[in-house]
């Protein structure tokens, strides 16, 4: 570095402003080292104090800061329109109201129409036994929802055997019985809280007569082919 | 004191002008001729804020938004062709004028304020922050929204040309 390269960058320096600044670093040195230089430097930065001195004595008009505040007055932040209270009410009342409308396809009704879809088509039973006990064990062994006897209302039926279903990766047991002369009676099994839970209600299903119930740990559905009275037989 | 921990939901506005008003208007002075211009562009620089300094994520950055919404402010009321030339810093002449410290001390602000709005107005901005507002290079060109080497270059022919100017009114004698 030169003295001519030295002026060059040190003409932009600006003591307790740029002494942080690595660009001006060696140049620095170099003047602390250069008695001309330093002395031009010196010079310089007293020039510069003077003209700053002279442009920072301008001051702003008595008034301005008044005018400032009165008109640009603080508008709080622009909210975007979905952001807005009254919006956020209304997006709030269409979640219920879809909510609502899950609930009605998702919860219970939709639980009990897919079992009484399923026993309305030709299945296939994944254990087939006239024992109880037999098909008890079964359940146990797979670790479906099972009772320890069926209910002394349905001791006229005769057992067929019964499904291993599943409702939204919950396991539920199908337990497919035979009324003589009456047809066909399936009571569905599921653990409380795998599928959704019900009041006690009776209901008709398409051609099926369906009843519900929650005991204990498990929710029960009865499903038969014939009429209510007939179901009621039952329960 | 304004608080630097948010934007406009939680800096009083009235210390963020009481802060930088003053500082804002001198800038304004140094760009504009007439002191009627630079209050309305410190005035349209605070009305920007009070609508879109929300926007602004980094509180730290308070200070730079401020200085430049006002320069961008000056360039829109401005017609410039936009083909302002990349003055390198081996075109600037490195001997600058001689001139005496005290000659600019027996000058009255006024002058010293005139020369500078003798300068090209592509110096003036750079050269006003230079001398106005200690802040740094880097600053300087986030404000200008121009590279640090044409900060760098413009206030080193803007420095020249501004004590070319004052020398020429050096009382004689």
């Known amino acids: 570095m030169d003295s001519q390269q030295a002026k060059q960058i040190l003409g932009r320096y600006r003591p307790g402003v740029d002494d942080d600044d690595p660009q001006f670093a060696e140049a620095l040195a170099f003047a602390r080292r250069t008695p001309e230089l330093s002395r031009w430097l010196d010079q310089q930065v007293a020039l510069d104090a003077a003209i700053r001195a002279k442009l920072r004595s301008a001051a702003a008009p008595v008034g301005l800061k008044t005018r400032i505040l009165a008109n640009a007055k603080v508008e709080p932040p622009a909210i975007a329109w979905w952001r807005h209270p009254g919006w956020i009410a209304v997006a709030l009342a269409a979640l219920i109201v879809v909510a609502m409308v899950w609930h009605r396809t998702a919860g219970f009704p939709a639980y009990r129409a897919k079992m009484v879809a399923f026993v309305s088509r030709e299945y296939k039973l994944d254990l087939k036994t006239k024992s109880f006990e037999e098909f008890r064990q079964a359940l146990a062994k797979g670790k479906y929802p099972a009772i320890s006897a069926l209910p002394p209302a349905l001791a006229k039926v005769t057992l067929e055997g019964g499904c291993l279903l599943d409702w939204r990766g919950h396991k539920v047991t199908l337990i497919c019985m035979e009324a003589p002369g009456q047809g066909d009676v399936w009571l569905c099994l599921a653990e409380r809280g795998t599928v959704p839970e019900t009041v006690r209600q009776v209901g008709k299903v398409g051609k099926m007569m369906t009843a519900a119930w929650t005991d ?16 009621r037989r039952y329960l | 004191m304004i608080d630097d921990r948010d934007t406009t939901t939680s800096i009083d506005f009235e210390g963020l002008v009481n802060a930088y008003y003053q500082p804002l208007y001198r800038f304004a002075l140094s760009l504009t001729h007439t002191e009627a211009e630079a209050c309305d562009l410190t005035q349209q620089t605070f009305y920007v804020w009070a609508r879109k300094g929300h926007q602004l994520r980094d509180p730290s950055k308070v200070k730079t ?109």
Not at chain 2, 148 to 172: D, H
Request: charge should be negative; hydrophobic fraction near 40%; proline fraction near 5%.
């Open chain 1, 216 to 231: 204990g740990n498990l929710v029960y559905l009865l499903i038969t082919e014939g009429d209510e009275a007939e179901l």
């Open chain 2, 65 to 173: 938004w401020l200085f430049t919404t006002l320069h961008r402010e000056f360039l829109k009321g401005r017609r410039h062709d936009g083909r302002f030339p990349h003055v390198e810093m081996s075109e600037v002449e490195h001997e600058m004028p001689t001139i005496s410290p005290s000659v600019i001390d027996q000058m009255d602000a006024g002058t010293v304020l005139e020369a500078l709005h003798q300068l090209d107005e592509l110096y003036r901005a750079p050269l006003a922050l230079f001398y106005l507002e200690d802040i740094s290079y880097k600053e300087i060109a986030a404000v200008l929204e121009v590279p640090m080497g044409t900060v760098q270059s413009r206030i080193a022919r803007g420095k020249a040309q501004l004590q070319q100017w004052l020398l020429s009114k050096e009382p004689c004698g």
